[in-house]
């Protein structure tokens, strides 16, 4: 008797998870990425210090293969609710053991992660619309990408539609809390306190014929602990994310390639305020004219100050200010023609004016990602077959730019395209900085710190794109990728930085090239 009850129980479970599962539209999809890439991606060639020791200006290997998974699946139970799970497997270096698995024997200890994790509700009877939990999302842009923030996160995040040409979208983002872990003999709160960061913010998206226009403003607070952990202190988040770049010089707290920093004090405030706002617009009523622009202003409140030691002088020490904030602007002009699309790109950011005194100039970002081009800013692929080959410089913060663009080029086949690029490079920060920096080369901090390079209004950079995609299958593509970018960095400029224990430097060009086999269902 008591194993029949045991069957019927069972059988009853499975039937119910049945009907269940009927109800629910279940729906899978993903990508594979194989990619081969070689390059040099290191604008120093190499430097000499002070003890006369020759140092390579980077030593990562010429040549890098890895490959990644994502998969995504949806339970569906009707337009007005939904739920979403992606997971990352990967990346996995091929060769490279330990958690990534990509040596002989494949075995990985850490190598799947949850990208994505959320649900989608609608209010009955309304067009009131909610997004909850682990997202992508980015602030509205246009003309290549936010100065802001585009990533994954813990949010919410509620849409509603007035009618077909005015919405509105509320979001609030948890990007950071609970990584402090406490006193450490200098810092005198216990752990996991005011170590949060949360984000508000409004968008009001307006459609009208060829007009595009969603103006935002998003205000955030920060703990005074939030960015006491090492992985935030350094910009250096090793789950995939970019560093966040508010503070207020490259590096600043850290060095490598920062500020000369020999103390940072403590704040007293318990949160410190920041705020953004944007101002995208697109218009596209000039057909076959495709017009954009976008406006952002930053402002992240002082939370300490700190000294800075002007070339290495013990005897002149600078006050400086935590506080950062400044603007950026940037547009894209296209003509689309039956064999391609020509235009011209531009931007323009605030710099630093020399003075650590009143903070950094530059414009603050969360997570920014800036895509105008596609070796300085990823504007091809978001993946590549190294970290460091991906994005050289993903908010523009301190620099200028111009360019032209051939773009989605068909000459051959119609399932093979092709994009061509040429973009200078100019700094708008005060070349009366570079006493500050701790080396000779913070214009080399292009990777990990995702605000660089350095540059000032003595710098130029001179980058050259070619983007090949071929279709070879309605879900398989061919990306192949060239990229060059020559160095113009004035060397009498930095000659004159801080630190004095390197003796010298040789800046080179840098380059790549990369194919990406990506497989899509």
């Known amino acids: 008797m008591k194993k029949l009850c045991t069957l019927l129980l069972a059988a009853a479970m499975t039937c119910a998870a049945a009907g269940a599962a009927q109800a629910i ?23 000499r210090n002070g003890a006369g020791e020759s140092h390579k200006g980077s030593n990562q290997d010429t040549f890098a293969a890895r490959q990644r998974v994502l998969l995504q699946m949806d339970a569906v139970a009707s337009e007005s609710l939904s739920g979403t799970v992606m997971f990352h497997i990967g990346p996995q270096t091929w ?17 799947i992660k949850v990208r994505q994790a959320y649900i989608d509700w609608q209010l009955p009877n309304t067009s009131l619309r909610t997004r909850m939990g682990i997202q992508n999302f980015a602030m509205p842009n246009a003309a290549g990408g936010s100065a802001v923030f585009d990533l994954r996160g813990a949010a919410v995040n509620a849409h509603y539609d007035f009618n077909d040409n005015v919405g509105l979208t509320a979001l609030w983002f948890r990007p950071f809390n609970d ?36 103006p935002w403003a998003m205000y955030g607070m920060r703990g005074r602990n939030t960015g006491e952990w090492s992985d935030y202190r350094n910009n250096d988040l090793w789950d995939g994310a970019p560093g966040v770049s508010m503070t207020p010089y ?79 602007a940037k547009a894209l002009v296209e003509y689309k023609m ?31 990602y800036v895509y105008t081009t596609s070796f300085m800013g990823d504007g091809n692929l978001y993946w590549s077959p190294r970290a460091d080959f991906q994005d050289l410089n993903v908010s523009l913060a301190g620099t200028w730019g111009i360019g032209l663009q051939l773009r989605d080029m068909h000459f051959i086949h119609d399932d093979l395209s092709h994009t061509f690029r040429v973009a200078l ?36 950079l001179l980058e050259f794109n070619l983007v090949n995609v071929y279709k070879m299958y309605e879900n398989f593509d061919i990306n192949v990728e060239l990229g060059y970018i020559a160095n113009f960095m004035d060397d009498d400029t930095w000659k004159r930085h801080a630190y004095n224990n390197f003796g010298s430097y040789e800046k080179q060009d840098i380059w790549k090239a990369h194919v990406i086999f990506t497989y899509k269902f």
Not at 287 to 295: H, Q
């Open 25 to 47: 539209d279940f729906k899978v999809k993903g990508q594979w990425n194989m990619g081969f890439a070689v390059g040099e991606t290191s604008l120093l060639k190499n430097y």
């Open 95 to 111: 060769g490279k053991g330990g958690w990534q698995g990509g040596a002989l024997g494949a075995d990985s200890t850490d190598i």
């Open 179 to 214: 990584n402090y872990a406490g006193p450490d003999g200098t810092n005198r709160d216990p752990a996991n306190y005011l170590d949060n960061m949360d984000l508000f913010a409004l968008m009001l998206p307006l459609h009208f014929d060829g007009v595009e226009v969603t």
């Open 250 to 328: 490259l590096g600043a707290l850290s060095g490598n390639g920062g500020l000369n920093v020999v103390d940072y004090g403590r704040t007293s405030k318990a949160y410190g305020s920041m705020f953004w706002a944007g101002l995208p617009i697109v218009l596209k009523a000039f057909e076959p004219w495709n017009i954009e622009f976008d406006i952002n202003y930053g402002y992240v409140e002082e939370m300490g100050r700190f000294d800075a030691m002007v070339r290495n002088n013990p005897n002149d020490i600078r006050r400086g200010s935590s506080k950062r904030e400044g603007w950026l």
């Open 338 to 368: 039956d064999w391609g699309t020509p235009g011209i790109f531009g931007w323009y950011g605030s710099g630093d004016d020399g003075d650590i005194k009143n903070g950094s100039e530059r414009m603050p970002g969360v997570a920014p």
């Open 425 to 460: 490079w100019g700094g708008t920060n005060s070349p009366s900085m570079v006493k500050y920096m701790d080396s000779a080369y913070a214009w080399n901090s292009t990777t990990g710190y995702f605000d660089g390079p350095y540059l000032t209004t003595n710098d130029n």
